[in-house]
């Protein structure tokens, strides 16, 4: 079994920046491709940044210049560091992986339970 673990959210001010985290454990063999998306109230799930495993990094147009993706492999975490942040980024972040885990050959996609992010004005 894999669990993600998002930590990190809150609420800050137009401006400030917050560091989200996600944590996976279990039986994980091998990572293919690690991601945030978001959710805002009465919108639908977007994809916010996307890393993959030989480190190639995909930003959304809303995210691109301000927010950043990264990893620490031997931590199987995942980073998004959230500068100048707005209040249209008011969502709940979700992390999202695609791994290989538990002895399978197939690779099965897991999201974490999501964190919240409110940004003031």
């Known amino acids: 079994q894999v669990h993600l673990v998002e930590s990190g959210g809150g609420l800050v001010q137009r401006g400030g920046s917050l560091r989200l985290s996600c944590a996976a454990s279990g039986d994980i063999d091998n990572v293919n491709a690690t991601a945030w998306h978001r959710q805002a109230p009465g919108k639908q799930r977007e994809l916010v940044a996307l890393?993959?495993?030989?480190?190639?990094?995909h930003y959304s147009d809303f995210a691109r210049g301000r927010f950043t993706i990264s990893t620490d492999n031997a931590k199987n975490t995942v980073y998004l560091q959230m500068n100048s942040l707005k209040p249209e980024d008011t969502a709940v972040y979700y992390c999202?992986?695609?791994?290989?885990?538990?002895?399978?050959?197939?690779?099965?996609?897991?999201w974490g339970q999501g964190t919240q992010v409110t940004v003031s004005s």
């Open positions: 999202n992986a695609d791994l290989l885990a538990g002895g399978s050959n197939y690779y099965a996609n897991y």
């Open positions: 890393i993959t495993s030989d480190d190639h990094t």
